[in-house]
């Protein structure tokens, strides 16, 4: 069946510098890709539509210049938190529908990674 | 907020009962699905649930849509420890971006 990875499944980082998590389609192209966030005990938020090609979007609220967004190739979004603070500390999620052209067909998420920032 | 409701936030049964959460949204939808998460892990899906169906069954999991109502339940029956965890709709309005309601964090003590 269709994976989505990420990497790194958890990182520390310290208060001011950024980090990059990717997120990879595995066995099928995806033009898409979501990225979620989810505090403790919380649900997910949708952060941002990757797009392949073009410019991501971003929902209401969310920083652009604070998560940056690249969709490299076809398998492969990444997202950097830049300047990152506590407050960032978090659970980033990302997901890719594997076909666009059809509603019938589910997404697939990634396994998450665990932002800590100290 | 866009986020669906989901209740009850949390529900602790003894094994062997029945399990059931509620999940309603705001706006029209092409599918809903739910899905678990384990503490700290990342999400399982469970069922899907398109907007012209009704019911769902998959295993020990049924789900009911009433678009009427903008709601849907998971029912999870004999429940087992290992089905301790929190569960998550999320709903499709046909863009793949997904609104995930609130969640039921479920406890079933053995």
């Known amino acids: 069946g269709a994976v989505v990875s990420q990497h790194p499944s958890w990182v520390i980082c310290k208060s001011g510098t950024s980090v990059k998590i990717e997120c990879r389609s595995l066995d099928f192209q995806a033009t898409t890709m979501f990225w979620y966030r989810q505090f403790p005990k919380q649900s997910l938020m949708l952060m941002a539509t990757s797009n392949e090609g073009s410019k991501a979007t971003y929902e209401q609220g969310v920083e652009k210049d604070k998560f940056l967004i690249n969709h490299a190739s076809l398998t492969l979004s990444t997202l950097t938190v830049t300047s990152a603070h506590p407050e960032d500390s978090s659970f980033y999620i990302c997901s890719a529908p594997r076909d666009l052209a059809t509603s019938t067909d589910t997404q697939y998420f990634g396994p998450g990674t665990r932002l800590t920032v100290l | 907020s866009q986020q669906g409701e989901e209740d009850p936030q949390a529900l602790s049964i003894q094994e062997g009962e029945n399990a059931t959460m509620n999940c309603s949204y705001k706006t029209s939808i092409n599918n809903l699905q739910w899905y678990r998460q384990n503490s700290g892990r990342g999400l399982v899906h469970l069922i899907l649930?398109?907007?012209?169906?009704r019911e769902k069954h998959s295993g020990r999991l049924r789900v009911t849509l009433d678009t009427s109502k903008k709601s849907s339940s998971l029912l999870i029956t004999a429940s087992r420890a290992a089905d301790t965890a929190s569960y998550f709709c999320?709903?499709?309005?046909?863009?793949?971006?997904?609104?995930f309601g609130t969640g039921t964090r479920l406890k079933v003590l053995a």
């Open positions: 999320a709903t499709d309005s046909g863009t793949y971006k997904y609104i």
């Open positions: 649930i398109r907007s012209n169906e």
